[in-house]
């Protein structure tokens, strides 16, 4: 099934439903969401539910974890996150997101009031830049993610001229 995020939110609460194979085409729009809500002042929780996806690619995982990052940093408390479907778990384990999320095995019951992600264009640099960026969060999280993200990390660096390594990196 085609990777889909739907997101609603009320009152500083914002929640994230992860539907199909969530791959990086859906980066662009994902980085712009976060970063629009890491900018509001009266932010009070977020919740991201994975219970329908199907896949998820690293790209989204380190968007992922850049959000419980500063989440953390700027208003001092974990997000949720909600899987219910083993492999997707066995996933976040292994690339450390339950370190960083607050993980609960059931699902939300709220849907219908959920809204599709909007698209957002997005050029090939900008894309390589969310992947890179989303890769090096990946990677200061835990030795095993730096070692199996290294070669990607570098091939991009390369191709984007040796871009400054971002604030998540040294983690």
């Known amino acids: 099934m085609r990777g889909r995020i739907l997101v609603s939110d ?35 929780s977020v ?4 219970s329908e996806a199907e896949s998820i690619d690293s790209t989204s ?10 989440t953390g940093r700027r208003f001092g408390y974990r997000p949720t996150l909600i899987s219910t479907q083993p492999d997707i778990t066995r996933i976040l384990e292994t690339m450390g997101l339950d370190e960083v999320f607050n993980v609960v095995h059931e699902p939300l019951s709220r849907e219908e009031q959920l809204g599709d992600l909007p698209p957002c264009a997005a050029s090939e640099d900008q894309v ?3 992947v890179l960026e989303a890769h090096r969060v990946l990677m200061s999280l835990n030795e095993h993610n730096r070692e199996a993200f290294r070669d990607l990390v570098a091939t991009l660096e390369e191709e ?10 040294s983690r």
């Open 10 to 44: 009320h009152d500083g609460v914002h929640v994230m439903l992860f539907r199909g194979d969530v791959r990086l085409t859906l980066c662009a729009a994902m980085d712009e969401y976060l970063e629009r809500i890491l900018a509001e002042p009266c932010m009070r």
């Open 47 to 50: 919740v991201v539910d994975l």
């Open 61 to 70: 995982l380190g968007l992922l974890a850049k959000l419980s990052i500063e």
């Open 128 to 130: 390589r830049a969310r």
């Open 160 to 169: 984007t001229q040796g871009a400054p390594l971002s604030r998540f990196a």
